[in-house]
């Protein structure tokens, strides 16, 4: 077993030297690269990594799933001029070591032409660091911290930023929900909660609304009593909730037990199936952001989500949507860039305009970033039913 | 109340730690894991028996049958770990053991995490009582769920206390303790003892992780930072009292419970821990041997 895996890894790493020499010898001013010239049986590597393990297992595993589907789709459209693509993953267990270790693992050891991943924004920044010290593209379907595409030209995302997620979190609460008064609880120990919660305050503070308490827990802890309580003193209208899922249900509970009756507002860190399993009937009539619904019924939408769940058994989350637009929006630039080192492909990346995908159309700014619009679910039934759509402010 | 219900729970692991170093003179490391696996084989059973489906409200009967059956198992697996990993080693250096604990303990944690056991995704415990608020005084909820945990560590720690003072077997493991090459002289099984000290801990460890999924439902994955946090406190809880004494380990308990919530709704909920571990800091200073440590010579 042994020596077949080093054996196979040698193989592949000689067919990189060799196409990497192709690519050498034609220098980026022919047009038939070395990669159409050698129309090999060797596949193209891209890496993923993802916390397939951990406490937001469902994320990385929705994002893994979206991912192999595109490729499954685009290599049986005939693949990049004539070649496959493949997909290496790595879990990184939903930790930040981890994850700089798996995408030096996949750039260093695999020789991916380029990265996608990760969910959970420190994450993503932690990769991203590695992939641009390596010089390798990175594209994070679903990280919405803004820090997360400043660290280099390198990277780059699929979704929304959490100044806008925030920003339509507050809207819909001031205007849909008409509340006057917000509590926050958000979890101190992620880049992505803080942020969240940050825009949302501002936010809902510019709108005319008060915040009346702001309140942190650490992401895995089970108890928010101590929490709830000064909530619950403060007589909010609504509570805002920006972590992941299973804290958010964790949450859903104790607020509940503890008599509050103010519906809970999330992001798109809800968005898994595990969220009704763990709230259970406490998390019904809670609203969250999210990249897209599954009951979108643009024919796009409706396509991948028969598709998916014909392959996977179960509806696509919001994440599994992102997972297959990261991957389609790769390919779509593989196939613009002359050749695929990490400048040419990075470069094809971001002149990407117009890119149709399911989570909506996407357009990548000078800042990597994409501009898009929001919806807002409502779990119903223990499903996320779609609300409404709220387009990114002019 | 939180802080009734979350300190004895905390007791009833602190028990097992200070019980095994009692007779052995060694932190088990692993101890928290059995606690970690009490909850999730209480998880497994419900879900089994079908409690987990929404509208079924399981029988009474049904709390007490998970609570034995997750006792029995963990007794098991306490038992087991005791006499493949520790008992060779029963000549060898402290250190070994201690180490040997150590990889016990990641063993039960991966082992747990595998596909076939528990896999590593966070899971709902079924609820077994209907959650009603008893009485409400200034300002405090009494919740039946708190009080039912409160009240079964209680009386699982009278019937402990009982076991050691009262009966034949306690006064031998009390002799172990003491002095193991003496109380072998006087014809005590020490092999025996031991064994019975490990499955008498690990059944507490599993009542008190039945007890943790009831009140707090989302269980997380078996190896959780979040859990080992948790073994950690009530070993804190088991020094504070004074390691090696039963009664100091039940009042230590109770004491972390109370400080981490009062701390928690009083001071400041982001430094909860932080106040636990500063106790131990001060008990070390100023009573290192515990609180009980002294007051009581007699050691378990």
């Not at chain 2, 308990?253 to 001060?282: K, N, Q, T, W």
Request: charged residues 15%.
């Amino acid at each position: 077993m042994r020596s077949n895996a080093s054996l196979s890894r040698l193989g592949s790493s000689a067919a990189i030297l060799f196409l990497a020499a192709g690519l050498a010898g034609c220098g980026g001013s022919a047009k038939s690269g070395g990669a159409a010239e050698t129309p090999g049986t060797d596949p193209i590597l891209i890496g993923h990594f993802g916390s397939m393990t951990g406490s937001e297992a469902t994320f990385g595993q929705s994002t893994d799933n979206g991912i192999r589907l595109a490729i499954k789709e685009f290599n049986a459209a005939g693949g990049l001029k004539g070649k496959k693509v493949e997909l290496k993953t790595y879990d990184d267990q939903g930790k930040g070591q981890e994850a700089g270790t798996a995408v030096t693992r996949l750039i260093t050891s695999d020789k991916v032409v380029a990265v996608l991943g990760e969910v959970a924004s420190s994450l993503s920044i932690a990769g991203g660091r590695v992939a641009q010290q390596y010089g390798v593209p990175m594209i994070s379907p679903s990280s919405t911290n803004p820090q997360v595409t400043e660290v280099g030209d390198m990277v780059f995302r699929v979704c929304f930023l959490d100044p806008f997620q925030g920003w339509v979190a507050a809207k819909f609460a001031r205007e849909n929900l008409k509340a006057e008064k917000a509590a926050i609880l958000y979890d101190q120990a992620q880049a992505y909660s803080k942020g969240l919660m940050d825009a949302f305050d501002k936010a809902f503070k510019e709108m005319g609304g008060t915040i009346t308490t702001v309140q942190a827990y650490t992401g895995g802890d089970q108890d928010f009593s101590a929490q709830l309580t000064t909530i619950r003193q403060t007589n909010p209208e609504v509570i805002f909730v920006p972590g992941y899922y299973t804290d958010a249900g964790n949450v859903s509970i104790q607020v509940r037990k503890l008599g509050l009756t103010a519906p809970l507002l999330g992001g798109d860190g809800w968005d898994s199936v595990k969220l009704a399993e763990i709230g259970g009937s406490s998390i019904e009539g809670s609203y969250f952001t999210n990249h897209y619904s599954h009951q979108n019924p643009a024919p796009q939408v409706q396509n991948f989500v028969s598709t998916y769940k014909a392959d996977y058994g179960q509806t696509p989350d919001g994440l599994a949507a992102l997972g297959y637009d990261a991957a389609r929006l790769l390919f779509d630039a593989m196939g613009r860039a002359p050749a695929l080192d990490g400048k040419s492909l990075a470069a094809a990346i971001a002149a990407t305009k117009d890119f149709a995908g399911v989570t909506g159309t996407i357009s990548i700014d000078a800042q990597r970033n994409a501009k898009k619009a929001a919806v807002v679910l409502e779990m119903k039934n223990g499903v996320p039913a779609y609300v409404t759509t709220i387009e990114p402010p002019q | 109340m939180d802080g009734v219900a979350v300190g004895s729970l905390y007791a009833l692991i602190a028990l097992g730690y200070t019980m095994v170093y009692g007779t052995l003179q060694f932190i088990n490391f692993a101890h928290s894991d059995i606690f970690v696996l009490g909850a999730w084989v209480s998880y497994t059973i419900a879900v089994g028996l079908g409690y987990a489906l929404a509208g079924t409200h399981p029988p009474l009967y049904a709390g007490v049958l998970i609570l034995v059956a997750a006792m029995a198992t963990c007794g098991a697996v306490g038992f087991t770990v005791e006499r493949l990993a520790y008992r060779p080693l029963r000549k060898a250096p402290r250190l070994n053991v201690l180490i040997t604990a150590i990889g016990v303990s990641l063993f039960l944690q991966n082992v747990g995490q595998l596909k076939w056991f528990f896999g590593t995704q966070p899971q709902r415990m079924p609820s077994l009582i209907e959650d009603t608020i008893l009485a409400r005084f200034a300002g405090v909820q009494v919740h039946l769920v708190d009080l039912a945990a409160a009240g079964t560590a209680l009386l699982l720690m009278l019937v402990l206390d009982w076991l050691i003072f009262r009966t034949r077997m306690g006064r031998a493991m009390r002799a172990v303790s003491h002095d193991t090459s003496v109380a072998a002289l006087m014809g005590v099984n020490v092999d025996a003892v031991i064994s019975f000290t490990f499955v008498l801990g690990s059944t507490l460890a599993a009542a008190a992780g039945f007890l943790y999924a009831m009140k707090y439902p989302g269980l997380n994955q078996p190896a959780h930072a979040t859990w080992v946090l948790l073994g950690l406190k009530a070993f804190v809880a088991a020094v504070i009292g004074g390691i090696g004494n039963i009664r100091g380990a039940m009042l230590g308990g109770i004491l972390i419970g109370f400080i981490e919530m009062f701390g928690a709704a009083y001071l400041s909920p982001h430094l909860r821990d932080i106040y636990v571990f500063s106790i131990l800091i001060l008990v070390l200073l100023v009573r290192p041997s515990g609180v009980l440590g002294k007051a009581v010579a007699e050691k378990v």
